[in-house]
């Protein structure tokens, strides 16, 4: 049985009362000295962990941490007027992280198809005059980060649903058969997109077709990534997965298996969705097929 913290201070206070009172009692009863002080110890002892219950609520703390509400920007990111290209990212990756429009970064900085970039090289975030390519230092240890197409095995083509949803000339249909366990917010600190429960192991499929822009690690919050291109307004994006089954460059068909769902960025097996249009969030459950 749980009592309130006001009970037990109360009963601290009176107990500490009580004490007072029988040792008055006590020291004026014709009892001997040792047996007198023994009684006096235990009752003693009793207040204090009576007053030492009172200060607690009679519940350890619990912290659940979700990683993936972390994708929010600092305030010095958001103030940024440039980023330099750190190893396996894309300028696809960069514009997903500030929220930007990845052909306007492509415009700024005078970057043509296929957005080829390199490590140390600066990409401009906000309009300059000069609208050239800031060339990276030379070094034989860069490698470009966007790689020519792969040679890969053609992956077997799973249709988990014949459900679709034409929207933006796009036919959408769900990543996975989960359960939504988080919507969409309109509120940047907050859900980018949605959540959907899911089991380590279970299949990510792309929501339609396109071409992989991104897939690894390296997005705060995010977890093993995959980013796919659909076209020059829409791409979309599967975090928090255990495997990646996809690489950069690589056309994909809707419906396809690109992952599996895992835990990576986050506390818990679920696959993060997101659809960005001209780099901005949308909510998923507006392009998706009803359930």
């Avoid at 990683?67 to 290209?85: G, N, Q």
């Avoid at 997903?96 to 080829?116: C, D, E, M, R, V």
């Avoid at 990276?136 to 988990?160: A, G, L, W, Y």
């Amino acid at each position: 049985m749980f009592f309130s913290r006001d009970f037990w201070l109360i009963h601290s206070k009176t107990s500490t009362f009580s004490l007072k009172a029988n040792r008055s009692f006590l020291m004026s009863t014709r009892m001997p000295s040792l047996f007198r002080q023994i009684i006096l110890m235990c009752m003693a002892v009793s207040v204090l962990l009576v007053s030492g219950c009172a200060g607690k609520s009679g519940y350890a703390p619990v912290t659940s941490i979700d990683y993936s509400k972390s994708k929010t920007l600092s305030p010095r990111e958001k103030s940024a007027s440039h980023h330099v290209v750190s190893r396996g990212e894309t300028l696809y990756s960069i514009a997903w992280n500030y929220g930007k429009n990845f052909k306007h970064l492509a415009s700024i900085n005078g970057i043509k198809h296929p957005y080829t970039i390199y490590p140390g090289q600066k990409i401009n975030l906000k309009s300059t005059r000069n609208k050239g390519v800031s060339k990276p230092k030379k070094s034989n240890k860069n490698k470009v980060v966007e790689r020519s197409k792969p040679k890969v095995k053609k992956t077997p083509i799973v249709r988990h649903s014949n459900q679709q949803r034409s929207v933006g000339k796009i036919n959408w249909q769900w990543p996975t058969r989960g359960k939504v366990i988080g919507t969409f917010s309109s509120n940047a600190r907050f859900n980018k997109g949605i959540d959907i429960a899911g089991k380590l192991g279970e299949p990510v499929y792309s929501a339609a077709k396109g071409r992989v822009v991104f897939a690894g690690s390296g997005l705060r919050g995010y977890g093993k990534l995959v980013i796919i291109h659909h076209d020059d307004k829409y791409l979309s994006a599967y975090a928090h997965n255990n495997k990646l089954l996809v690489k950069e460059n690589q056309v994909i068909k809707a419906g396809q298996k690109i992952a599996e769902i895992g835990s990576t960025g986050t506390n818990r097996p679920k696959l993060h969705f997101e659809i960005r249009k001209d780099g901005k969030p949308v909510d998923p459950l507006r392009y998706l097929p009803k359930r």
